[in-house]
């Protein structure tokens, strides 16, 4: 069956730095109306770098909405035009000064999809050169070297809370076992 719902009007909305918002009146298949927010997101990218032992690079950065220090995959914001996988190689490079030679595309996922739209795309990162992180102004964060079984335990226990981290951890355990 087909449930797909039609914009009737936008009734208000906030454009931010980041996202805008909006409150939509839509129509259902019923040919009744009900109201949907909806935050648009530009998406991002994650990468999970994993060296030749089987180590991940990861970062720890307080994050302000959660008010919690996290442990993350490298990620950022796509900008305007930015193709994922150049968005990738910018953000491994800033957060942590690893390039490297091989990336493999992990696919995509929704981290909200019942209020936002926001598209997060995926990479497994191999082959890793290392140099100097140059992260953006207000980026603070430390770089921390963990093992991929490590972070699988982390994961199971519940202890990694950052999605796209523990999906990105997933993924790259499963492709490389």
Avoid: W
Avoid at 71 to 78: D, N, Q, S
Avoid at 115 to 136: K, M, N, S, V, W
Wanted: hydrophobic share 40%.
């Amino acid at each position: 069956m087909d449930y797909t719902e039609t914009l009737v009007r936008h009734i208000n909305g906030y454009k931010g730095l980041i996202i805008n918002a909006t409150l939509d009146r839509v129509a259902l298949q019923t040919g009744e109306h009900t109201l949907r927010e909806v935050v648009e997101h530009p998406g991002g990218v994650a990468v999970i770098p994993v060296d030749g032992e089987g180590y991940v690079y990861c970062v720890r950065q307080f994050r302000y909405p959660m008010n919690a220090h996290l442990l993350e995959v490298p990620a950022g914001k796509l900008e305007t035009g930015e193709a994922p996988i150049r968005c990738a190689e910018r953000e491994l490079s800033e957060e942590t000064g690893i390039t490297a030679g091989e990336y493999t595309d992990l696919g995509r996922f929704y981290p909200s999809p019942g209020f936002c739209r926001e598209t997060i795309y995926l990479y497994l990162a191999r082959d890793l050169h290392f140099g100097q992180a140059h992260p953006d102004r207000h980026e603070l964060l430390d770089v921390q070297r963990i093992h991929l079984d490590e972070l699988i335990g982390l994961v199971m226990a519940n202890a990694l809370a950052d999605a796209k981290t523990v999906i990105a951890v997933l993924k790259a355990k499963r492709l490389l076992s």
